[in-house]
Structure formats: C-alpha cells, structure tokens
C-alpha cells in the first residue's frame, strides 16, 4: 500500500532522528522532500543530503542533521501545516512568522518550494507545507 504524505512521513523521521541524535536519517526520495531538504539545508536546520540510488528498491534521500554540542540541537521542532486532508494556502501578504521570525515556514510556490522571507521578497503565496524552528 502506498504512503498517503510523504511530507509528513520525512518530517517525522526528521523529528524522531533529532531527538536522539541520530548523525543522519533516511527517507523516501522525491522531487518535494529533496527541495524541502535543500530549504532546510540553505537555512542552516540541516548540514546535508545525499540521493543513495539502489537499484532494487526506491532511491533513498539521506538527510544529515546538525548539532551545535551533545546536549543540544539545531533543529527544536518541525511542524506540517498543510495536510491532504486540509491544504492551507496563504497569500504572499498573509505568510505567518514563526516565532515572531526566529523559525521559517516552507511554502511550495508557483516558483517552487521557498522559505517565508524569500515569498514576502518575491510577492508569492502558496501552500504552506511546514514550520521549523
């Protein structure tokens, strides 16, 4: 049977990863979760991702996560918004600020998946896919 949101499976393999420190985390590769782990990646959430191409099965996305010490991490939460029971969709002059602008929202626009600065820069709303702080 097939995954109904992928979206949401990578977001909680994230969380789950991040809060036992795992180095890195596997999940399902698609053209959606590769430019939301290139968001996170250019956000600073995140220090990698690799595409793992295995022939027998699905290619696998590896995100690496990051840690400033032991104890503590970057990423403190990541919340989806947008779910295929309820999309949410924002104007460009409606975006919320997560953490009055210390976390990002990832919207995927017209022009692709971006962050909440980068959408009011532009003009461009969108569905609201997650919050990370």
């Known amino acids: 049977m097939g995954m ?14 991040n809060r036992v420190h795992f180095k ?8 959606i ?12 959430y995140i220090s990698g991702y ?12 590896r995100i690496y996560l990051k840690y400033p010490d032991a104890k503590r991490t970057v990423l403190t ?9 309820r999309r949410v969709y924002v104007k460009s002059e409606k975006i919320p600020q997560v953490l009055n602008g210390y976390g990002i929202s990832i919207l995927s626009t017209s022009r692709g998946v ?20």
């Not at 971006?114 to 702080?133: F, I, P, Q, Y």
Request: hydrophobic share 35%; proline share 4%; with cysteine.
């Open 50 to 61: 690799d595409i793992k191409k295995d022939p027998q099965t699905h290619d696998v996305l």
């Open 77 to 85: 939460d990541i919340q989806r918004v947008s779910k295929p029971g």
């Open 24 to 31: 890195s985390v596997d999940v399902l590769n698609s053209r």
């Open 4 to 17: 109904t949101d992928p979206i949401a499976d990578m977001l909680t393999r994230i969380r789950n990863a």
């Open 114 to 133: 971006m962050t909440d600065k980068e959408a009011r820069e532009l003009s461009l709303g969108g569905e609201l896919l997650c919050n990370v702080w």
């Open 33 to 44: 979760n590769l430019n939301m782990a290139k968001v996170l990646k250019k956000s600073g």
